[in-house]
């Protein structure tokens, strides 16, 4: 079993729960992704193959405008461009080698990887999509990306839609267009590690903050950050903030007595215990705490965190912070100035219930639905 994943963050890792199973039951597993992700799939313990991706020249001045062109222009940056031409192009001789060598008999595939796609069903190979984000976003990144897949195979897009779609997001909130869709829960890990006492004995609440590992590398990190820390700092709270492992944390400067800051810390050892989570709307951050049943503050800066924090926010389940745009459509960057609002978005969420609440209703859904291993099964013996 083969995972397929794309550039980013910890987002793009989202097959792991499949090979994780696939290893507990003796299997050979694999994970091909970019460089960059190497230091993440290899704490993991599964076998890494670092296949190619498009220089940072290349993608540094796409990640710089994702934050602020409007919305439909940073979609074809992302999607087509930086996903579908640039990524798939570095990608695809690693991922052919590997599929003729390695001869998977699935491959689990990142939405946003390609170069799998391309190759591994000319060879007889099966694949299966495994959600990185809400399909209806997911199919439609399908249908701007188009052009440029279509490039490698004709056909390819229509592929990619008729494709197994896996999906750990509640369907309350995540309409799916795919024909073949699965939903599927985690296995409870058995015992989480403590954290640790970096408040020197304090017992107030903790708020969790995450933007995850994207923003780090852009020339907006240091200004966002120190908008949500201007935010929490008068809180009675203990504040995690994780940063992401490029963004250098002395740009910060002296901390508030409550606020402790990591590279990164697993959300499975911290999200049981938060009382609220201020994230950018990433998938993997929101749906993540809404499956513990915290809710959740929503400042979106890019990509598909604007409609991930419109569902939560229409499901009652957290609050999201609108930066508004100009006349033009374009985006407004994060920055101090915001940070009244998101602090009295964050007060406003510990102190009614009902967001609370409805954070543990979506909790519920989300538990009732197969566990990976069940999945996996039916994966197996469908292909």
């Not at 195979?153 to 024909?179: C, I, K, W």
């Not at 009902?354 to 069940?374: F, I, K, L």
Request: hydrophobic content about 45%; charged content about 20%.
């Amino acid at each position: 079993m083969l995972a397929a994943c794309s550039l980013g963050g910890a987002g793009h890792l989202q097959p792991l729960p499949f090979l994780d199973d696939a290893r507990r039951r003796g299997h050979q597993t694999l994970v091909v992704a970019p460089p960059a992700l190497t230091t993440m799939v290899e704490e993991t313990q599964h076998p890494f193959l670092a296949g190619g991706e498009p220089s940072e020249a290349q993608i540094a001045p796409i990640r710089e405008r994702l934050p602020v062109v409007p919305a439909a222009e940073a979609s074809v940056l992302g999607n087509r461009e930086m996903f579908g031409r640039l990524a798939t192009a570095a990608m695809l001789p690693a991922m052919e080698r590997v599929l003729t060598d390695w001869k998977p008999d699935i491959v689990l595939r990142d939405p946003c990887e390609y170069a799998s796609a391309v190759s591994a069903n000319q060879m007889g190979i099966a694949t299966v999509q495994v959600a990185i984000g809400l399909a209806e976003v997911e199919w439609g990144s399908i249908d701007i990306a188009s052009s440029a897949l279509e490039e490698h195979r004709s056909g390819l897009t229509d592929e990619l839609r008729r494709s197994p779609y896996v999906t750990r997001f509640p369907a309350s909130l995540d309409h799916s267009p795919f024909p073949e869709t699965h939903r599927f829960r985690e296995f409870e890990p058995a015992a989480r590690r403590p954290l640790p006492d970096w408040w020197d004995g304090s017992q107030a609440p903790i708020v969790y903050v995450s933007f995850g590992a994207v923003l780090g590398h852009m020339s907006i990190a240091a200004e966002a950050f120190r908008a949500v820390i201007g935010a929490v700092a008068g809180l009675d709270a203990r504040v995690l903030l994780t940063v992401g492992r490029t963004f250098d944390a002395s740009q910060l400067g002296q901390l508030p007595a409550n606020v402790h800051v990591e590279a990164w810390v697993d959300q499975a050892d911290v999200l049981p215990k938060a009382q609220v989570v201020v994230c950018h709307g990433g998938s993997g951050t929101t749906f993540g705490a809404l499956g513990a049943g915290v809710p959740v503050v929503i400042v979106p800066l890019f990509a598909d965190q604007f409609i991930n924090g419109s569902r939560v926010a229409a499901a009652g389940a957290g609050v999201v912070i609108d930066k508004g745009a100009d006349g033009d459509g374009r985006r407004r960057p994060l920055s101090r100035a915001d940070a009244p609002r998101i602090s009295d978005a964050i007060e406003a969420v510990r102190n009614d219930s009902s967001y609370r609440e409805q954070a543990r209703r979506v909790a519920a859904e989300m538990a009732a639905t197969p566990t990976v291993d069940t999945l996996f099964d039916a994966l197996v013996a469908a292909r």
